[in-house]
């Protein structure tokens, strides 16, 4: 049995991987090989934070000065968000990113305009967060931010 169990084991190595390196796997184990995101330009826009809305993905609205709205992706992290709905209604300046990025929902490549930074007067988005993390969990963060965030939802 000792000299038994080595070779089963190698077996069942061997045997997993020229499945999944063949892709025999049952459809779990493909590859996410997708074109890296490709930024076209950064722009910068001054306005005032409406609110998210909710498709496949996240989305700010933002109220520029001549009443026109905007609507940008947001980065994948939470922070930009709470820093929005703490900034609501007051004059920001956001920095954003035209970009070829895939959306898997879309069916490849698209062109997306997506907030890489934003700023209230002298604050920074990424400024604020570190503060807030250095003073409180991000457990205690998010109960606090993400009523604000649900709260911020705009239904149309």
């Not at 190595?13 to 025999?24: I, K």
């Not at 590859?31 to 490709?38: A, G, M, Q, R, V």
């Not at 570190?130 to 003073?135: F, L, N, T, W």
Request: glycine fraction near 8%; aromatic fraction near 10%; proline fraction near 4%.
């Amino acid at each position: 049995m000792k000299k038994l169990f080595p070779l089963l084991l190698l077996t069942l190595v061997a045997g997993y991987a020229s499945v999944t390196a063949y892709g025999q796997c049952g459809g779990g184990c493909e590859p996410t090989n997708h074109p890296k995101d490709k930024v076209k330009a950064t722009k910068t826009v001054k306005g005032a934070f409406k609110g998210f809305e909710m498709g496949d993905y996240i989305h700010a609205v933002i109220t520029q000065a001549n009443g026109e709205e905007t609507s940008f992706f947001l980065p994948h992290n939470e922070s930009v968000q709470y820093f929005l709905v703490a900034h609501k209604d007051q004059p920001l300046t956001l920095t954003y990113q035209v970009v070829d990025s895939y959306i898997p929902e879309a069916g490849g490549m698209q062109t997306i305009e997506r907030l890489s930074a934003v700023k209230a007067g002298t604050s920074t988005s990424a400024a604020w967060w570190k503060k807030q993390r250095a003073g409180s969990s991000l457990s205690k963060l998010r109960k606090k931010y993400d009523a604000m965030v649900e709260q911020s939802m705009i239904t149309r």
